[in-house]
C-alpha cells in the first residue's frame, strides 16, 4: 500500500511541475491522489508549501488537497510568513501549540527576525487566532 501512494504522489507531483494540464484528469480518475503522501510522509501540497510555491498550493487547494496539520506549523518555522497567511486563507486548521512553539524555539534555530514574527502573530489574528 505504501508504494502505491508513494506511486501516485509521483504522478501528481511529475504533472505539477511538467504537465499542469493534466492535472484535473488526475484528480478526476483517483480523488485519493490527493491525500497520496511520499516516503517522508508528505502530500504533494505540503511539499509545494515547503517549497514556498504559492500558485500551486491555491491550485491543489481548489482541487480538494488537504492541508496536513503540520504544513502551517513548517511555514511558521521557516518565517515563510506569506505562506502562513495564505495557508491560513486557504482554510488550514492550526495546531496552536505547535504553531507557537514553532514560533519562539526558532530564536535558537532559524533565527526569525522580530518582524517576521509579528506579521506571523498578525496573520493567525487575522483570522482569529492567538499564538
Known amino acids: 500500500m505504501n ?4 506511486y501516485e504522489f509521483g504522478l ?11 492535472v484535473r484528469d488526475i484528480v478526476k480518475s483517483n480523488r485519493a491522489v490527493l491525500e497520496s503522501t511520499n516516503a517522508t510522509g508528505e502530500n504533494v501540497l505540503r511539499w509545494f508549501a515547503l517549497e514556498n ?5 491555491s491550485f491543489l487547494r481548489t482541487l480538494g488537497s488537504s492541508i496536513q496539520s ?12 506569506m505562506m502562513v497567511g495564505l495557508l491560513l486563507e ?3 486548521d ?3 501549540l505547535s504553531c507557537r512553539e514553532a514560533l519562539n524555539v526558532n530564536d ?4 526569525l527576525t522580530s518582524r517576521q ?11 482569529g487566532y492567538e499564538i
Open 3 to 6: 508504494g502505491e501512494r508513494e
Open 90 to 92: 486557504l482554510g488550514a
Open 12 to 22: 501528481l507531483f511529475d504533472a505539477m511541475i511538467n504537465e499542469r494540464h493534466k
Open 108 to 111: 535558537k534555530i532559524n533565527k
Open 94 to 96: 492550526p495546531d496552536l
Open 70 to 81: 503540520v504544513t502551517l506549523t513548517e511555514a511558521v518555522s521557516m518565517g515563510n510568513t
Open 53 to 57: 510555491c504559492f500558485e500551486e498550493v
Open 117 to 127: 514574527k509579528n506579521i506571523i502573530k498578525n496573520h493567525f489574528k487575522d483570522y
